[in-house]
């Protein structure tokens, strides 16, 4: 076919629809990097395909219409380009910012903070079309906006992996139309004109065209993807709209039918038995030491020489190498475990700053009962909102705030408040209980080069330092002999693995499995396998104390295996955030559910520790792991008129 001598820019419908095979080949890149079946990866790639097939009809449709209709200046596309964007920007990007709003908003409230984000980056799609077709005519500029807008694709697969789907939408959308005048002019202009023309001479084509693209429109929207194959487009940047998809359309739930046992109904009220004495010995001193984010592959032996403590604790505890948290984020696991309740049992609400919390609920946490009891309570508050007063951590008698300039505290100052108030303890029981922060992300506290890892790595030493005084300490004060040290973590943290990093937006064990021993005095060192939850350290402190375990509680007291005796536990290993749920079945098979996209992964945990080959494509394997997760989160939530759990990450 002869090419006709361009007639200055190319139509922008087509130019724009070709603007969408810049996401198509970035996603074939990332979707084809992880081995699979050839079946698999073929229909991976055709809703790859029609994902982008689709936004490209869509494209080139709505600027037909938009000239036909007669206006076609700059200013008047500019105008329009920002009022559809900020309608689709209030509708998909409210809950994706949130997050950072409240975190990161202290000079304005949250909401204002979160409707100027949304606003701008709504905007976006306008600005960088305006910018980029009034650049467009010179050359130099042409190739330097088509690069930066590839660009932007390529770091969409970096940035916010795993959820945030509003956001990489907009990221897309906002590249297209930079990539759109660039791909207007030459050496594209040549190819789109003769296509333009050859369509506009051949009917059959041109029909055969527009049936395809309406294919594509009415089979991305209306058709699913198998389980594997969603999954795989769920957790890719460049494929947003098939997560924001997924809540709309969803798919058959396995029904909430109950499920025999004690733990697939609500909870009794009232106490279970109290032990008949004091777990170990009188006037105990039990400290909890959270760390943040420490995942429990670091203690597990490989990092012995970076971290002594850590081993040492390892060595001289009785370690249960296979806990799981009942949550990825900080807020969420906390609550849990003091409230002894998972968050779809809690009351969150926002407070008067628009700050999600838990203040509201009136469940007692198991400090409370301490204090009743009159043994002295004491929280360390590392955390500005770790405290009494926003109810995650409720019913310390005492609260320290340790002097320091930073918003999140070290662990160096924190035990130097510690280590003074242990210095003024004298005989009878006493708890405390404080957070360690220091391996968190952005991991600049102990070095600023090196790998993530390795800086995260270097502030887990931080800790680990910290530790080692506390024990040195227990030792000079004559405190050991009576004192249990209890180390855990709120979660664990991603280093890549599922495509994900830090913590919050999934439920695979890199984030669920953490740490979780106890130094006993006089108690012989164990290794423990079976599995447990960090819901079960409430109920183990108040046995420690001699004092009764509420009934409702979802955890179970370990305090029989700490004394040497078999693991004897039959409640569910659960864990949730506000977006997925999780059930670790006594089988080995683990089972996870998006509750906002409706969609399932299933995973065999004792061929597959790693998470790597989802099972959810064998229905009849999910079906009996899916309905056992429904029933146990069914019969548990918390129910009042008009209530839902606000957005939390």
Known sequence: MEL????????????????????WIANVVALGASPRPASEWLELQAFNAAQNGAFAFLTYFSIKLWHRGGISSRLSATLALLVLGNLLGWAVLPDD?????????????????????????????????????TLASRARWRVAGAGAAIALIVVNHLVLPGDYRGVHLFTCLVAVAALTPA?????????????SAYLARHSRQRTALVVCGALAVAGFIAVAPSGRVQTALLRSQNAPVYGLLARVRGEPQTGFAARDGEWFAARPHGELPAPPRPGFFDDPIVL?????????????????????????????????????APGTLTKVSVTSVFTCKYFSQQFWSKDHDGLIGVQGDSTLRFPEYLRAARVPTVNFNAIGWLRNGRGIVRGFAEEIRPKDKHKYIPAAPVMDAILKRLAKLRRGPFFLHTHFSDPHDPYDLAARKGTPFERYLGEVALVDQQ??????????????????????????????????????TTLYDEVLRVPLMFKIPGTPARRITTPVTTMDLGPTILEIFGQAVPASCMGQSLLATLQGGTPRLTRPIAAENRLQQTLVLP???????????????????????????????????????LATLHAFFEAHRYRANGYQPPFIR
């Open 4 to 23: 006709a001598a361009p007639r200055g820019p190319a139509p922008t419908g087509q130019a724009a629809a070709l603007a969408w095979m810049a996401p």
């Open 97 to 133: 910012v949130w997050n950072f709003s409240e975190r990161h908003g202290p000079s304005a409230p949250p909401w204002l903070t979160q409707a100027l984000l949304i606003t701008a980056m709504a905007s976006s799609i306008a600005l960088a079309w305006f910018v980029s077709v």
């Open 183 to 195: 791909l207007a002019h030459d050496p594209w202009a040549r190819w789109l004109h003769a296509a």
């Open 288 to 324: 909890m030491l959270t760390v943040d984010a420490l995942r429990a592959d670091v203690v597990s032996g490989r990092y012995d020489q970076q971290l002594p403590t850590l081993a040492r604790l390892r060595r001289e505890s009785v370690w249960f190498e296979n806990a799981r």
């Open 467 to 504: 530790l080692e005084r506390l024990l040195d300490a227990l030792e000079s004060q004559g405190l050991a002999d009576r004192t249990i040290v209890i180390v855990q973590a709120d979660h664990g943290e991603a280093f890549g693995e599922h495509g994900s990093r830090t913590h919050g």
């Open 587 to 625: 089988n080995g098979l683990k089972v996870i559910y998006d509750t906002r996209t409706k969609t399932s992964e299933l995973y065999d945990l004792g061929k597959d520790p790693g998470e790597t080959q989802d099972l959810s494509g064998d229905t009849d394997l999910l079906e009996e792991p």
